[in-house]
């Protein structure tokens, strides 16, 4: 996926995998190197990313696999992305691309799983995390609004006092709550093409579907709170800054 969004990576979060792992990514996908080399290293990175939603993996690799793959692991290393990581991903080569999808759509994929099971406050200490990085956000570049995807409000009425907030959540209750507040337009979260107030979008980066949800169309500036590889961003067609 082309990287067109530029993200600004924040305040990183303390994450917290939810006991039980809860997967829907088809386990089987295929790659063809030198083609899918960047696509390849972006969705290890993913998966490396997001355990609990990716599960067991197997990519058929076609093409120059030795060079490809090497190329690959240096890709992952430059992006911060350890060998260990990877437990739960078998590359296996095969003489052609099989039937299996592109790993092209791998990040899709997880970003659609982690809709699927989302639940408020899975993530350990996101709202805080996602406020913070929202009112650096207004100290270092004083947007014209600020846009903000979270399950929770610990600091919201901050950044409403001084800039127009929006809170975008799949919980009717933090919307509800969130609507009180002065200052502050609530909407619930996008599906398909449905498109987000314009403004800069803070999201959390240990959320799949967060990612996805921000880079999805033009954007003013997105703000990743949240320790987040390079590539993990550019699966979603964000670039750093």
């Keep these: ?10 305040a ?16 089987a996908w295929s790659a063809e190197l030198p083609r899918d080399r960047e696509a390849l290293a972006s969705a290890l990175a993913v998966a490396a990313a997001f355990p609990t939603r990716v599960g067991t993996v197997t990519v058929a690799v076609s093409g ?12 992952l290393a430059a992006g911060g992305v350890d060998d260990a990581d990877l437990a739960a991903v078998t590359l296996t080569p095969a003489p052609t691309a099989g ?20 639940r408020p406050y ?27 995807i979270t399950d929770g409000l610990d ?3 901050a950044v409403a006092a001084v800039t127009p907030l929006t809170v975008v959540s799949a919980v009717p209750s933090v919307r509800r709550l969130a609507s009180r507040l002065e200052g502050v337009d609530t909407m619930p979260r ?19 579907d967060d990612l996805r949800l921000a880079a999805a169309g033009g954007r003013e500036r997105v703000v990743v709170a949240g320790e987040v590889s390079p590539l993990v961003l550019s699966a979603f067609g964000l670039r750093a800054d």
């Design 99 to 118: 039937d299996e999808p592109s790993i092209a759509g791998f990040a899709e994929a997880v970003a659609l799983a982690d809709e699927f099971y989302r």
């Design 190 to 208: 996008p599906t398909g093409s449905f498109g987000l107030p314009e403004g800069a979008v803070v999201v959390t980066g240990p959320r799949a």
């Design 155 to 157: 600091g919201a009425a």
């Design 64 to 75: 120059d696999v030795e060079t490809g793959l090497r190329d690959v692991h240096e890709d």
């Design 12 to 27: 990183p979060a303390t994450t917290s995998a939810p006991a039980e792992r809860l997967c829907a990514v088809p386990p």
């Design 1 to 10: 996926m082309p990287s067109s969004v530029t993200a600004t990576v924040v």
């Design 122 to 148: 899975t993530i350990e200490g996101e709202p805080a995390a996602v406020w913070e990085a929202a009112l650096l956000e207004v100290e270092a570049h004083a947007p014209r609004a600020i846009v903000v």
